[in-house]
């Protein structure tokens, strides 16, 4: 079992442009969550999939979104980059039910320069 | 508006002494409260989690502690070692699958 993997690790962006980032859950679980974590700080709620759905999304702009697949991995796309978005992304999955335990991947460092 | 507290953002002991981490949420609906270390340049890892159905959770030298009616839940380590030293973070969801996070402790044992 690989666990939660996400793909790049690193990433350097100008701003202005647009970036996807994959995330593909670990093995049996089937919702997946994407949060921001600025330097130094907690990680921060993007949004949830889940059937292939957004199911719940945090205090981010439209820029955010999001897509999951048939096979639960999932994709984070933002559009026109700023350089506030450069932050370490983080994807985690878990089995649907309130108050299952969520598994992180390694995360991908996004720069914008 | 809804989110999680937690105090301190930053800790510093001498190894062998105990932490106390301490955080406050405001939905009291939330029922699953995890905590997680994250080392440097590494991802949050789940050490312990309690359900509201209980008050207390033990797991050798790493305890959690609810209080449902106050709002708040507590991270307790004892006899505290160098590889301890991380950042923490504890966790209540909100509108059921938000899980919100605290901003974090950095807490640093002392050899």
């Known amino acids: 079992d690989a666990g939660v993997t996400q793909s790049p690790t690193h990433l350097i962006k100008t701003r202005g442009q647009q970036v996807t980032l994959r995330c593909s859950p670990k093995?049996?679980?089937?919702?997946v969550s994407w949060y921001q974590q600025a330097l130094g700080q907690g990680p921060q709620f993007i949004f949830q999939y889940y059937e292939e759905e957004e199911r719940q999304r945090g205090n981010f702009p439209d820029r955010f979104s999001g897509h999951q697949f048939p096979n639960y991995s999932s994709e984070l796309n933002v559009n026109a980059l700023l350089l506030g978005d450069s932050a370490l992304y983080l994807c985690?999955?878990?089995?649907?039910?309130?108050?299952?335990?969520?598994?992180f991947g390694q995360g991908t460092r996004l720069t914008v320069v | 508006g809804e989110n999680v507290e937690q105090h301190p953002s930053t800790l510093s002991v001498q190894e062998g002494d105990s932490a106390v981490i301490k955080c406050t949420y405001s939905?009291?609906?939330?029922?699953?409260f995890p905590w997680y270390k994250q080392e440097l340049g590494k991802r949050p890892q789940l050490i312990i989690d309690i359900r509201s159905n209980v008050g207390e959770k033990k797991d050798q030298r790493i305890a959690v502690t609810l209080n449902k009616t106050a709002k708040h839940f507590s991270l307790h380590i004892t006899e505290t070692q160098p590889e301890d030293s991380a950042v923490y973070f504890c966790a209540a969801p909100i509108h059921n699958n938000d899980m919100r996070f605290g901003a974090g402790t950095r807490l640093t044992v002392k050899p």
């Open positions: 093995s049996g679980h089937d919702t």
């Open positions: 939905d009291s609906a939330s029922n699953y």
């Open positions: 985690a999955s878990s089995l649907e039910g309130l108050g299952t335990e969520a598994f």
